[in-house]
C-alpha cells in the first residue's frame, strides 16, 4: 500500500495539512490537489477547527506542480494536462476565499504551485531557510497559480521583478514584496502550531515569534526596479536596465537575456493585465487560457527538457529573441474559454 502524499489531521483548534513528498520536494500532483480541497472542506465544515496550517516534509514546503506529468501528457494529451490545471487553480481561489484563517508555512522551498497554495492564504510565514521563486520563464512557461494576480500587487514593481526573472529570493524580500506577514525562525514553527493548536487567534499567534528579516536587497533596489519595470514592452525594460548600469541591473539584464523570449513577453502581459483585474479568478481565468497556448508552442516543452528531463541546461528557444517574438499574433491567440468559476452546466 503507498502512502497517502497529504497528511490532514486535526490537533485541537487547529486543521493541519502535511505534504509528504519529500523525495520529490512535495511537488503536487492531482491526487495531492485533491485531497488538500478534501481536507479544507473537511475542516471548513468542523466548528472545532479555528485554522488550517499548511506545512511541509523535508526541504521545503513545495517545490511546484508535477511538471514532468505535464510535459509527457502536454502534446498527446493536452486535456489531461488541463485538467490539472484547472483543478490546481480552483483550489488556489478557494484558499484565498477561505472562512477560516489559513497559515502557509513557507520553510525551506517554496516554488510554482507551492506559491499558489500560500500566497493567496490569510497567513503567510517565512523561515530564515525559505527560499522563494516563481521560476517559469526560464522553463518557457509562466507565473501561474494566481500569481499574476498577487505579483501584480507588489510595490515598486518588485512582483514583476519576481516574474520576469524567475530569481529566487529569501524571506527579507518575500517580506518586502508583500508576498509573506511574517518571518518566524524555523525552530520556532512547533511553537507556533502548538499555540494555533490551543486556540491562539493566528494574528496573536504570528506576531508571538515574529522576528526582524535583516535588510532587503529588492528594497535596496526598488527605485531602479519601479523605474525599469514600468515599461510597456520587454525591449522597454531591457533598456532602461542596459541604460541603469548598475552591477544589479547587469545582473538583471543577464538573467533575463537566459529565459524564454516568448515567456517574457507573455508574463509581461498577464502582468500588466493582472495590474487592471480586481478578482484572482479573473488572473486565473486568464493564465488557463495561456495554459492551452503554451502546450501548442515550442518553449515550454524545450524548457522542462533541458530543465528537468535531460539536465543539460541548455534551452534553445524559438524564437529565440524578443526582436523575433510576434507579440500582437502571441496575445491575439489568448482565447479565455468559458471561466473555469461558471456553475457547472447542466
Given at each position: 500500500m503507498t502512502r497517502p502524499f497529504v497528511r490532514a489531521s486535526v490537533e485541537g483548534a487547529l486543521g493541519r495539512i502535511h505534504l509528504d513528498?519529500?523525495?520529490?520536494?512535495?511537488?503536487?500532483?492531482?491526487?495531492?490537489i485533491r485531497a488538500i480541497a478534501a481536507a479544507l472542506d473537511r475542516f471548513e465544515d468542523d466548528e472545532a477547527v479555528r485554522a488550517i496550517a499548511l506545512t511541509g516534509e523535508g526541504r521545503g514546503l513545495c517545490a511546484g506542480g508535477d511538471i514532468k506529468m505535464i510535459w509527457r501528457a502536454g502534446r498527446t494529451e493536452p486535456e489531461t494536462a488541463l485538467r490539472?490545471?484547472?483543478?490546481?487553480?480552483?483550489?488556489?481561489?478557494?484558499?484565498?476565499?477561505?472562512?477560516?484563517?489559513?497559515?502557509?508555512?513557507?520553510?525551506?522551498?517554496?516554488?510554482?504551485?507551492?506559491v499558489g497554495l500560500s500566497v493567496h492564504g490569510s497567513?503567510?510565514?517565512?523561515?530564515?531557510?525559505?527560499?522563494?521563486?516563481?521560476?517559469?520563464?526560464?522553463?518557457?512557461?509562466?507565473?501561474?497559480?494566481?500569481?499574476t494576480f498577487a505579483l501584480s500587487r507588489a510595490p515598486h514593481r518588485l512582483g514583476?521583478?519576481?516574474?520576469?526573472?524567475?530569481?529566487?529570493?529569501?524571506?527579507?524580500?518575500?517580506?518586502?514584496?508583500?508576498?509573506a506577514d511574517a518571518m518566524i525562525p524555523s525552530d520556532a514553527i512547533p511553537a507556533l502550531l502548538t499555540d494555533l493548536a490551543g486556540g491562539r487567534l493566528a494574528d496573536e499567534a504570528l506576531a508571538a515569534h515574529a522576528v526582524d528579516p535583516g535588510p532587503s536587497r529588492l528594497l535596496a533596489n526598488a527605485p531602479l526596479i519601479e523605474a525599469a519595470f514600468a515599461g510597456d514592452e520587454m525591449t522597454q525594460i531591457r533598456e532602461a536596465l542596459r541604460r541603469d548600469g548598475s552591477n544589479f541591473a547587469a545582473e538583471t539584464l543577464a538573467t533575463l537575456d537566459a529565459r524564454s523570449p516568448t515567456s517574457l513577453v507573455l508574463t509581461l502581459h498577464l502582468l500588466r493585465e493582472a495590474c487592471r483585474s480586481e478578482r484572482l479568478e479573473a488572473c486565473l481565468d486568464r493564465e488557463y487560457a495561456a495554459d492551452a497556448l503554451i502546450l501548442e508552442g515550442?518553449?515550454?516543452f524545450e524548457g522542462v527538457r533541458a530543465a528537468v528531463i535531460d539536465r543539460d541546461r541548455r534551452p534553445v528557444w524559438r524564437p529565440a529573441s524578443l526582436a523575433q517574438v510576434d507579440r500582437n499574433a502571441l496575445i491575439a491567440s489568448l482565447r479565455p474559454s468559458r471561466s473555469l468559476f461558471d456553475p457547472p452546466e447542466v
Open positions: 513528498r519529500p523525495e520529490a520536494l512535495n511537488s503536487l500532483d492531482l491526487s495531492m490539472f490545471w484547472a483543478e490546481e487553480y480552483r483550489l488556489n481561489a478557494r484558499i484565498a476565499r477561505s472562512a477560516k484563517p489559513w497559515v502557509a508555512v513557507m520553510d525551506g522551498i517554496c516554488m510554482g504551485g507551492g497567513h503567510r510565514v517565512v523561515t530564515e531557510r525559505t527560499r522563494f521563486a516563481m521560476p517559469e520563464t526560464g522553463i518557457g512557461y509562466f507565473p501561474d497559480v494566481g500569481g514583476f521583478w519576481l516574474g520576469l526573472t524567475g530569481s529566487s529570493i529569501g524571506a527579507a524580500d518575500v517580506l518586502a514584496a508583500g508576498l515550442h518553449d515550454f
